[in-house]
């Protein structure tokens, strides 16, 4: 048998010849440590670039302005400089030229008039379980739009009676408008918070500058404008220039809140001097009263100080107070601060501060859109 040849001859042979021989194992672990070096110098380059890239998207991103984050933010500073200085060029000026197109639009549309008899609203408000203890109680407020006012109110002798009838009617157009403009603001800041907006997002925001009378598209303006009226402070306005809905103006064109007129429908006041051009404003429904009292006060520059303590109240996140907002309308009558305590009477007399923080329950074409 011929003898066998180890492995370690082979190597000193081979070594002889010049070759080397090292072990698979060793091989591995030199790529190993190549592999970890590779991928070392790989990510220290990546957290190199990032950190030198970074400032520069961030830098680029500021200088975006249309409709950007920075609108949302440019705003708040402005709405804050509004608040500590209100010379502040904020919530100035006003484009009178669309200002009630859609009110008078709603108006015209409002075809279905009804004027209900007194006794049959009662009967309707019982049949339906509307009662202003149970609102006080639940607040919930029934999806009630009556369009017209009852003739018979002012023949309501239990002053209590007639003052609970009123404020039944006109709670749930006040909420219903409330609403409305609750819906709008949060739409608003919804864009606001966008990096980039739709086309119909563009045209909305052009259409509430012009509904709400803003200059040069100024985001801070709108946001000041566009917001709620206490609805404690609007029923004791509309119950104040309506006598709780027996006057003249109330009974024949819907003039719940006595705002004047310069042009078109309206209603010419009996001791008005010859020489006067005024009229007061005359609506087909009674929603479209309360859609004009509240753009009246979110636009018109008389009211401006007004808007300026809401949007405090806004910016330290309290709810709204009527009381206090009441002191600003000194110039929505002549007779100015004596128009201001009698408001704040009515509110406390009838408890109203109990309805502001009321809901509409939804009406039945709303809950028909949920089935």
Same mark, same amino acid.
């Given at each position: 048998?011929?003898? /066998?040849?180890?492995?370690?001859?082979?190597?000193? #042979? $081979?070594?002889?010849?010049?070759? !080397?021989?090292?072990?698979?194992?060793?091989? =591995?672990?030199?790529?190993? @440590? $190549?592999?970890?070096?590779?991928?070392?110098?790989?990510?220290?380059?990546?957290?190199? $670039?990032? #950190?030198?890239?970074?400032?520069?998207?961030?830098?680029?991103?500021?200088? @975006? !302005?249309? #409709?950007?984050?920075? #609108?949302?933010?440019?705003?708040?500073?402005?709405?804050?400089?509004?608040?500590?200085?209100?010379?502040?060029?904020?919530?100035?000026?006003?484009?009178?030229?669309?200002?009630?197109?859609?009110?008078?639009?709603?108006?015209?549309?409002?075809?279905?008039?009804?004027?209900?008899?007194?006794?049959?609203?009662?009967?309707?408000?019982?049949?339906?379980?509307?009662?202003?203890?149970?609102?006080?109680?639940?607040?919930?407020?029934?999806?009630?739009?009556?369009?017209?006012?009852?003739?018979?109110? &002012?023949?309501?002798?239990?002053?209590?009676?007639?003052?609970?009838?009123?404020?039944?009617?006109?709670?749930?157009?006040? !909420?219903?408008?409330?609403?409305?403009?609750? %819906?709008?603001?949060?739409?608003?800041?919804?864009?606001?918070?966008? %990096?980039?907006?739709? &086309?119909?997002?563009?045209?909305?925001?052009?259409?509430?500058? /012009?509904?709400?009378?803003?200059?040069?598209?100024?985001?801070?303006?709108?946001?000041?404008? *566009?917001?709620?009226?206490?609805?404690?402070?609007?029923?004791?306005?509309?119950?104040?220039?309506?006598?709780?809905?027996? %006057?003249?103006?109330?009974?024949?064109?819907? +003039?719940?809140?006595?705002?004047?007129?310069?042009?078109?429908?309206?209603?010419?006041?009996?001791?008005?001097?010859?020489?006067?051009?005024?009229?007061?404003?005359?609506?087909?429904?009674?929603?479209?009263?309360?859609?004009?009292?509240?753009?009246?006060?979110?636009?018109?520059?008389?009211?401006?100080?007004?808007?300026?303590?809401? +949007?405090?109240?806004?910016? =330290?996140?309290? &709810?709204?107070?009527? *009381?206090? $907002?009441?002191?600003?309308?000194?110039?929505? +009558?002549?007779?100015? &601060?004596?128009?201001?305590?009698?408001?704040?009477?009515?509110? !406390?007399?009838?408890?109203?501060?109990?309805?502001?923080?009321?809901?509409?329950?939804? @009406? @039945?074409?709303?809950?028909?859109?949920?089935?």
């Amino acid at each position: 048998m011929k003898n /066998k040849i180890s492995i370690l001859e082979i190597k000193k #042979f $081979l070594n002889k010849k010049g070759f !080397i021989i090292t072990k698979k194992k060793q091989i =591995k672990k030199y790529e190993n @440590s $190549l592999g970890s070096l590779t991928r070392t110098f790989l990510t220290s380059l990546v957290v190199i $670039l990032f #950190f030198f890239i970074t400032p520069l998207l961030i830098e680029l991103t500021k200088g @975006s !302005i249309i #409709f950007t984050k920075d #609108f949302e933010n440019n705003s708040n500073n402005n709405l804050k400089k509004l608040l500590k200085n209100p010379n502040q060029k904020l919530d100035d000026g006003l484009d009178q030229n669309f200002l009630f197109d859609d009110v008078l639009q709603y108006d015209d549309e409002s075809v279905d008039t009804i004027r209900l008899s007194a006794s049959t609203i009662e009967e309707l408000f019982k049949s339906t379980n509307y009662n202003l203890e149970d609102v006080r109680k639940t607040k919930l407020v029934k999806p009630i739009s009556l369009t017209l006012l009852p003739k018979e109110i &002012k023949q309501i002798e239990n002053t209590k009676k007639r003052k609970n009838l009123f404020i039944q009617i006109i709670l749930p157009l006040v !909420i219903k408008e409330n609403n409305k403009i609750k %819906s709008d603001r949060n739409k608003l800041f919804s864009i606001l918070n966008k %990096s980039k907006n739709t &086309k119909s997002e563009k045209n909305w925001l052009n259409t509430k500058f /012009k509904q709400y009378g803003v200059l040069n598209k100024d985001l801070s303006t709108l946001k000041v404008r *566009m917001d709620e009226v206490p609805v404690s402070m609007a029923i004791a306005q509309a119950a104040k220039e309506t006598g709780w809905g027996t %006057s003249r103006f109330a009974q024949e064109g819907n +003039a719940l809140f006595g705002q004047w007129t310069w042009t078109g429908k309206g209603i010419r006041p009996a001791g008005a001097d010859d020489d006067s051009t005024h009229k007061v404003m005359k609506f087909k429904v009674l929603q479209a009263s309360v859609k004009a009292y509240q753009r009246n006060l979110n636009t018109h520059s008389t009211y401006r100080d007004f808007r300026s303590a809401r +949007a405090e109240f806004r910016e =330290k996140g309290k &709810k709204l107070d009527s *009381m206090i $907002l009441s002191e600003y309308l000194d110039k929505y +009558a002549e007779t100015g &601060k004596e128009y201001v305590a009698i408001l704040q009477k009515i509110i !406390i007399q009838n408890n109203l501060n109990d309805f502001d923080d009321a809901k509409l329950l939804p @009406s @039945s074409i709303d809950l028909e859109s949920l089935i």
